[in-house]
């Protein structure tokens, strides 16, 4: 696997294509408590970098799965990357004139100096984004479910707590 750092000279000779993939420990190192502990992720793709008036553009495919916890259930369940993707390298200028709003477009755009691109972080970004707010197993998942015929069990009361049972606050509300 190449190196997820381009120099803008090597674009200079045309359009470069970088295969890039993410390893089980880089996965849950950047997913944290996100991934399913113990579980398989893999995640590999393609990017292709192409230079375009001063500006980059980044086609990538990406293809694989994390596997996260069902919020739900707490099952583990499967997410997939986005099969494709796009954004545009764009230097940044060395000031902003104003505030502007920002569009749609600008979401897809990521600011360089210098000339070197470092996709590896956006490459992350693209793959956080397609992990769910609240993952789900399955749309129609109940929860966690409880064996047929036997009732969820009631906590046991914690004996550290006996000691405040008896106690009566006579508390006067005070004057204002």
Same mark, same amino acid.
């Given at each position: ?96 004139? +104003? $505030?502007? %709003?920002?569009?749609?477009? =600008? ?6 100096? @210098?000339?070197? &691109?470092?996709? /590896? #972080? ?27 015929? +036997? $009732?969820? %069990?009631?906590?046991?009361? =914690? ?6 049972? @008896?106690?009566? &606050?006579?508390? /006067? #509300?005070?004057?204002?």
């Amino acid at each position: 696997m190449r190196s997820l750092t381009v120099t803008l000279g090597e674009l200079n000779a045309g359009p470069q294509e970088i295969e890039f993939s993410f390893t089980q420990e880089q996965i849950e190192e950047r997913l944290g408590d996100l991934a399913f502990p113990r579980a398989f992720h893999r995640v590999q793709g393609r990017v292709t970098l192409e230079k375009i008036s001063g500006a980059v553009s980044v086609l990538g495919h990406m293809h694989g799965f994390l596997t996260v916890t069902c919020s739900r259930c707490l099952k583990a369940t499967k997410v997939y990357p986005p099969e494709s993707f796009r954004f545009t390298f764009i230097r940044e200028p060395d000031h902003f004139d +104003q $505030e502007i %709003e920002l569009t749609a477009d =600008d979401l897809e755009t990521a600011w360089f100096r @210098g000339d070197t &691109l470092e996709l /590896e #972080p956006h490459l992350w970004d693209q793959l956080l984004l397609c992990v769910p707010m609240v993952p789900l197993c399955d749309e129609s998942c109940e929860g966690i479910s409880y064996y047929k015929g +036997q $009732e969820a %069990e009631t906590p046991k009361e =914690d004996p550290r707590w006996n000691a405040l049972k @008896g106690l009566h &606050l006579d508390i /006067e #509300p005070s004057p204002k």
